[in-house]
């Protein structure tokens, strides 16, 4: 077989908030603000949501979408630098079958404004994943329910 099983990634996504790092990081480390932005919406339905979030720690997710499909989102967090930095690596599964592993880091810059987060990924998407161009399309959805949740408060 000549095709390759594998298709990698990198990108990354800048978003301005007008909020301090301290804020911005608060809406990830906190189970409630986290599930609301991250795992809460209209398309899914939410089977179970769990965040300990400590270098170490662990954050599960597993939704059931309206076409019934189940997906789920296993996350180990490698390196917290509390309103600066969160590295993370997790896999992504459809059903039973693994679609991509990632690495992930968040940092959070203060500016005059507030904070810019820069957000960055390298993936591994596996046959039949949902590749680099819907997952980079699903941080930005995630990241624009982020400035939602930083509104709320």
Known sequence: MSER???HSTFAIERKYPAAPE???????????KRRWFAEGDEFEIEHYALDFQVGGREEARFRGKNGLTFSNHTVFQDILPSRHIVFAYTMSMGDKRISASQATVEFLGTDQGTLLVFTEQAAFFEGADGPKMRQDGWTLLLEALGKELSRT
């Not at 804020?23 to 603000?33: E, L, N, Q, T």
């Open 23 to 33: 804020r911005v990081f608060a809406a990830f480390s906190d189970p409630a603000k």
């Open 5 to 7: 099983s594998v298709t």
